[in-house]
């Protein structure tokens, strides 16, 4: 039985494209917010 760090790295190796995408939408998302509240 694989613990959930060995899950989520596994995970993270086989589809790291889908992370790469997760942490693109949050930097994008944060500069939006950012952008937002400064203007």
């Given at each position: ?23 693109g ?15």
């Amino acid at each position: 039985m694989l613990g959930l760090a060995e899950l989520i790295t596994v995970f993270s190796l086989r589809h790291w494209y889908v992370t790469v995408g997760f942490w693109g939408i949050v930097a994008t998302a944060s500069v939006y917010f950012a952008v937002g509240y400064l203007n």
